[in-house]
């Protein structure tokens, strides 16, 4: 075939497994940025290359590759920019049956069955390419299911400040000389933390957004090998079968918060995690305003109650006080978002003082904890 026969004719590209070719483009047109301020960002690029292909979205930050063997068929290898959001519509709206593609200089025609599109598509050219930010200062292997499980239990104490950016995200830091890894999240009115140990890692620090932390966990969570990250001065990347996530890193230092976490409680207490939850759960009733519990320590029983001005409610749960007393206020939905990261059947609570943080940690497992500061009772 002449070269102006195929420019005439145009490219065209098989789709040899519907399903799978459709599970990746949605996967990637999530990922792909909703504002038109940079055209080319709301576009997917499909690089279709002697049997696979590489889809490729983005949103400026954030970016993921994911590669795929025999699910296409191209006359020859090729690129195309497709608006992400639309392209992913049609193919879910498709008809069964074949489907069919043809890239015509700026336009893509789709076929199935009885129905035809046809999608405008940019220049591949202006696609950005992935700038890593210079040489990594780490790289180290960990299991996917570590990775996300760290991710999973510290992010829901981000802040959502914007004015305290580099709190918007989990601090993952190593020291020299520790053969293990932290994960820190602060809002500066609670933290949890997650420590992976046995792990063989140059000293660094990095703060990965939450939106990254929800992605990576989106892509990599279920995945039962190992995933390959690389950390350099401005970025992140991880990379498992198939699969390659990068991010920028948020600006700025994070605090250190390892003097934060007592080592001694005046206080400790333990409960059984759905029992205290069921309790923390009622509190929430006539605590949607104040957002605080009253906890009273005393007699060898917890009590908790939430009061407003249309009512209260008051439960209690047996425990060991040794003889102690404390009062004291607390954020039950800090406390209820703390304990629905631990899959132990027990929790304990060690109380230091009225104003002091509140550690929680689940009973026979010393990898997570979460810090709760407490709120000052007026009343």
């Given at each position: 075939?002449?070269?102006?026969?195929?420019?005439?004719?145009?490219?065209?590209?098989?789709?040899?497994?519907?399903?799978?070719?459709?599970?990746?483009?949605?996967?990637?047109?999530?990922?792909?940025?909703?504002?038109?301020?940079?055209?080319?960002?709301?576009?997917?690029?499909?690089?279709?290359?002697?049997?696979?292909?590489?889809?490729?979205?983005?949103?400026?930050?954030?970016?993921?590759?994911?590669?795929?063997?025999?699910?296409?068929?191209?006359?020859?290898?090729?690129?195309?920019?497709?608006?992400?959001?639309?392209?992913?519509?049609?193919?879910?709206?498709?008809?069964?049956?074949?489907?069919?593609?043809?890239?015509?200089?700026?336009?893509?025609?789709?076929?199935?069955?009885?129905?035809?599109?046809?999608?405008?598509?940019?220049?591949?050219?202006?696609?950005?390419?992935?700038?890593?930010?210079?040489?990594?200062?780490?790289?180290?292997?960990?299991?996917?299911?570590?990775?996300?499980?760290?991710?999973?239990?510290?992010?829901?104490?981000?802040?959502?400040?914007?004015?305290?950016?580099?709190?918007?995200?989990?601090?993952?830091?190593?020291?020299?000389?520790?053969?293990?890894l932290k994960f820190t999240a602060t809002d500066r009115n609670r933290l949890s933390r997650f420590q992976i140990d046995e792990i063989a890692i140059n000293p660094f620090k990095a703060s990965v957004s939450a939106v990254s932390c929800k992605?990576?966990?989106?892509?990599?969570?279920?995945i039962e090998t190992d995933l390959k990250v690389a950390v350099t001065e401005s970025a992140l990347s991880v990379t498992g079968p198939g699969t390659m996530f990068f991010t920028k890193l948020l600006d700025g230092e994070f605090p250190e918060?390892?003097?934060?976490?007592?080592?001694?409680?005046?206080?400790?207490?333990?409960?059984?995690?759905?029992?205290?939850?069921?309790?923390?759960?009622?509190?929430?009733?006539?605590a949607k305003n104040k957002k605080m519990a009253i906890f009273n320590l005393k007699d060898n029983e917890l009590s908790i109650t939430s009061r407003a001005e249309v009512g209260q409610v008051v439960d209690s749960l047996p425990c060991q006080?040794?003889?102690?007393?404390?009062?004291?206020?607390?954020?039950?939905?800090?406390?209820?978002?703390?304990?629905?990261?631990?899959?132990?059947?027990?929790?304990?609570?060690?109380?230091?003082?009225?104003?002091?943080?509140?550690?929680?940690?689940?009973?026979?497992?010393?990898?997570?904890?979460?810090?709760?500061?407490?709120?000052?009772?007026?009343?």
């Open positions: 075939m002449t070269t102006a026969t195929k420019q005439k004719s145009g490219i065209k590209i098989m789709v040899k497994d519907v399903s799978r070719f459709s599970d990746k483009i949605s996967r990637v047109a999530d990922a792909c940025s909703n504002s038109s301020s940079i055209p080319i960002l709301t576009c997917m690029k499909i690089e279709v290359k002697a049997g696979s292909v590489v889809f490729t979205g983005g949103d400026g930050i954030r970016t993921i590759c994911i590669g795929e063997k025999d699910i296409v068929e191209a006359d020859e290898n090729t690129a195309i920019a497709v608006p992400a959001g639309l392209f992913s519509q049609i193919i879910n709206k498709l008809p069964s049956g074949a489907v069919e593609m043809t890239l015509r200089e700026k336009t893509l025609l789709i076929k199935a069955g009885t129905a035809k599109f046809e999608l405008q598509v940019l220049d591949v050219e202006e696609y950005p390419s992935i700038s890593f930010g210079g040489s990594a200062i780490t790289n180290f292997t960990i299991p996917a299911s570590q990775l996300t499980v760290a991710f999973r239990s510290t992010m829901y104490a981000c802040s959502t400040n914007q004015t305290m950016q580099v709190l918007q995200g989990v601090c993952i830091q190593s020291h020299e000389g520790q053969n293990e992605e990576i966990i989106r892509f990599f969570e279920g918060t390892d003097k934060l976490i007592p080592k001694n409680y005046e206080v400790e207490v333990t409960f059984e995690r759905d029992k205290l939850l069921g309790a923390l759960t009622r509190a929430t009733v006539f006080t040794l003889g102690k007393e404390m009062r004291i206020g607390i954020d039950v939905f800090y406390l209820i978002e703390a304990l629905k990261t631990f899959g132990e059947k027990e929790v304990r609570l060690g109380f230091m003082s009225p104003v002091q943080p509140v550690l929680v940690l689940p009973v026979g497992e010393v990898k997570s904890l979460g810090l709760v500061i407490p709120i000052r009772i007026t009343e």
